[in-house]
């Protein structure tokens, strides 16, 4: 079924394109890694925050209003490189295991998340303190940050799983 | 002796053989290389905004400065040790590669650029550190920096399409 819905989308008219335009696919992935490094060190600058292990003078809502709307951005950039990448190369990814175990790493990841930005948008008196708050929270952060870390690795290693 | 044998006595050692032989080791460190330049970035690009007077303008920029540069560092480290174990694996195809030297010539210009901020513009930082827009030597300096490290990136993911990498196929 995924296969023939691969062999379908490959010979689409805008996959054509993308397959016959050499530089779509290197530049789709030159954004693609562009944004992703925004997209880390958002996330990484902001959980070791929330665990008080990074900028502890800055109050968690502060870090959250300087990092999350450039995360959100490069994230949905990413969608939109990824999807051109994966339009162009179906069978690479669709019936590749480590592009889904991404996906699913990036939806857990992503909620987690937007968890966070809800609870310190609603509770900013509370999430505002100096010192490190409960220890469930700083795990909950740490736990975020490690499937941000997987989402990358499966990134990077879709290329050495490739079906055909 | 020419830079092409030494780079094939590299690949030659102990070290080089068992990540160019080993199934896992080269895309193990291609990953870490991946995720540390990506916090390399990512990371001096938070400062580099803040020098543009773009983002967290509130902040004095010596306190971003500290906050961010920690991070640069010890990813660039991480990043230059898998880099280098990359290297080693295939080094006489790495150095004559286009987009590899390219890329270090961009590097070389990103620590020059970094060299001159540090040296002269930031010696006065004191004067404007809280100044939501810095003076333009700074902004230029930011600006350059972003523009290099953006080619830092752009070369590296090139390399991979112009190296026929046994384990790596392009992409």
């Known amino acids: 079924m995924l296969e023939s819905f691969c062999t379908w989308l490959e010979n689409t008219s805008l996959s054509a394109a993308i397959q016959n335009t050499g530089w779509i696919i290197p530049l789709g992935q030159i954004i693609h890694i562009l944004c992703l490094s925004i997209v880390l060190s958002s996330v990484v600058l902001l959980d070791f925050r929330i665990m008080g292990l990074a900028a502890l003078r800055v109050p968690i809502p502060d870090m959250a209003r300087r990092f999350l709307p450039w995360m959100w951005s490069a994230l949905a950039l990413m969608v939109v490189t990824g999807s051109i990448l994966v339009i162009g190369e179906p069978k690479r990814d669709l019936l590749n295991p480590v592009f889904w175990t991404k996906m699913l790493l990036l939806l857990a990841a992503a909620a987690m998340t937007f968890l966070f930005q809800l609870s310190i948008r609603a509770k900013a008196r509370v999430w505002t303190g100096n010192g490190k708050g409960r220890t469930a929270i700083r795990l909950f952060a740490a736990i975020t940050l490690t499937a941000w870390i997987g ?3 499966c990134g990077r290693l879709i290329a050495y799983f490739m079906a055909g | 002796m020419s830079i092409v044998s030494v780079a094939k006595w590299l690949e030659a050692t102990a070290p080089a053989q068992a990540i160019s032989q080993s199934a896992w080791m080269f895309p193990a460190a291609e990953t870490i290389h991946v995720i540390a330049i990506a916090l390399v970035v990512g990371s001096i690009a938070v400062l580099d905004l803040r020098l543009l007077g773009l983002s967290w303008t509130r902040r004095p920029i ?10 640069t560092w010890s990813s660039f480290a991480v990043a230059a040790v898998a880099g280098t174990a990359m290297f080693i694996s295939g080094a006489s195809k790495y150095i004559v590669d286009l987009p590899f030297q390219l890329k270090f010539v961009v590097m070389f210009l990103a620590g020059i650029n970094m060299l001159v901020f540090h040296r002269f513009t930031y010696q006065g930082v004191a ?21 290099f490290w953006i080619g830092v990136v752009t070369c590296g993911r090139l390399v991979s399409f112009s190296i026929e990498n046994q384990f790596a196929p392009p992409g």
């Open chain 2, 62 to 71: 010596t306190e971003v400065a500290g906050e961010v540069l920690p991070w």
């Open chain 1, 151 to 153: 989402v990358a690795v």
């Open chain 2, 127 to 147: 004067h404007w550190d809280r100044n939501a827009s810095p003076p333009r030597a700074a902004k230029i300096a930011a600006a350059l920096s972003l523009i």
